[in-house]
């Protein structure tokens, strides 16, 4: 992988990988060159609507494809370990969606394999990757809040009550923490790292998994992190960052291209307005190509580590707050 377009491979053909395909569109760093489903008919389907060139009748015919640099894994959560799995077997680099794994358990074994056989692995958390959040980064970066004292963020959508519906269902992983609640424990972790106390209630919904799901985070410098998902209301999806001499302000949704606002103790607010074109999916992908074009296993800015160390983050407020494992 050098100077071409990087040819991905789609694993699934449900809504994200319709998105993805889409906002890929966007960016000239790569393009899908082939979609795998478990089945023919979805495949066609997926191919001829997103004009591509190979559709295969499954995820092993997809992975084994020579005609592909990477594999893009957009099935439920439960799904995603052997899904990896399998493309990594396959020697393809893979991207997978978030969260990356339903535990910390199954992630490291992904993590481990990746390593084993040299092959690049990133968690599709595509938010790390937005313009908003290297403005973020840049702001933190030069120290501009002073101490981190708060980070507050919360994901709260709407949905009708479909038992069917993966995000109620159990067998597709459902539940608010690991869809949701994943933006904001990530958020958290990329701004102050790994919590050394947590804190945490869930309610269940009508089919058990977690409807609603809030957090408090501690950490060793003495910040704490307010975090909140639900399933049940779409809430203001917003984010801070509030530091001893400033605090950043990201307008909902703070996990898609968003204005961002740097706002001093005294005196004026910077204000930097998002004019994002598409959906925001694609600069992970650039991300990729790049990351693959240098020769490297991941991404410093979403690394293995802290993908696992989010799981297990995840892990823990599921055990405190009586949740699934
Ligand atoms: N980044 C984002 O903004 C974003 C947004 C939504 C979802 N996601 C993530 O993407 C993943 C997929 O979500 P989605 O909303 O795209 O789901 P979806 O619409 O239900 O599609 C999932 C796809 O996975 C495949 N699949 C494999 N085993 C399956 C099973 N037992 N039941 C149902 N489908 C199965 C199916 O493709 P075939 O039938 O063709 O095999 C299906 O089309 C989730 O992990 C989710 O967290 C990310």
Same mark, same amino acid.
């Given at each position: 992988m050098t100077d071409r377009q990087l040819r991905w491979g789609i694993l699934g053909t449900g809504l994200i990988a319709a998105a993805f395909t889409a906002d890929l569109a &966007?960016?000239? $760093?790569? =393009? =899908? *060159?082939a979609v795998g489903s478990r089945s023919q008919t979805a495949a066609d389907r997926f191919a001829s609507e997103h004009g591509v060139a190979r559709a295969h009748a499954s995820y092993e015919s997809l992975v084994n494809d #020579? /005609?592909?640099d990477v594999v893009y894994v957009a099935t439920p959560h439960p799904m995603h370990r052997d899904n990896a799995i399998l493309a990594l077997e396959a020697g393809k680099p893979v991207l997978v969606e978030k969260p990356f794994t339903m535990n910390a358990a199954e992630a490291r074994e992904v993590v481990t394999l990746a390593r084993e056989r040299r092959l690049f692995a990133m968690e599709a958390m595509w938010t790390r990757f937005l313009p908003h959040v290297a403005v973020v980064r840049d702001w933190l970066a030069q120290g501009t809040l002073g101490e981190i004292v708060t980070v507050s963020a919360d994901h709260g959508q709407w949905f009708a009550e479909d038992p069917q519906f993966r995000l109620f269902a159990p067998a597709l992983g459902g539940g608010a923490l690991l869809d949701l609640g994943v933006y904001p424990v990530s958020f958290a972790s990329m701004v102050l /790292? %790994? #919590? $050394?106390r947590i804190v945490a209630i869930s309610d269940p919904a009508f089919t058990g998994v977690d409807a609603q799901t809030s957090m408090l985070f501690g950490y060793q410098s003495g910040a704490q992190a307010v975090l909140t998902c639900t399933l049940r209301a779409k809430s203001p999806t917003r984010a801070a960052i509030v530091g001893t001499d400033a605090r950043i302000e990201i307008d909902g *949704?703070?996990? *898609? #291209?968003a204005t961002v606002s740097l706002i001093p103790r005294d005196g004026e607010p910077t204000v930097v307005r998002s004019d994002h074109r598409?959906?925001? &999916?694609r600069h992970q992908a650039d991300e990729v190509t790049s990351r693959l074009a240098a020769g490297e &296993?991941? $991404? #410093?800015?979403? %690394?293995l580590d802290e993908t696992v160390a989010i799981m297990e983050t995840m892990d823990t407020v599921r055990a405190q707050a009586g949740g699934r494992s």
């Open positions: &966007l960016t000239d $760093s790569g =393009v =899908v *060159a #020579p /005609g592909i /790292g %790994s #919590p $050394s *949704a703070f996990y *898609a #291209p598409g959906r925001g &999916l &296993l991941e $991404s #410093p800015l979403m %690394s």
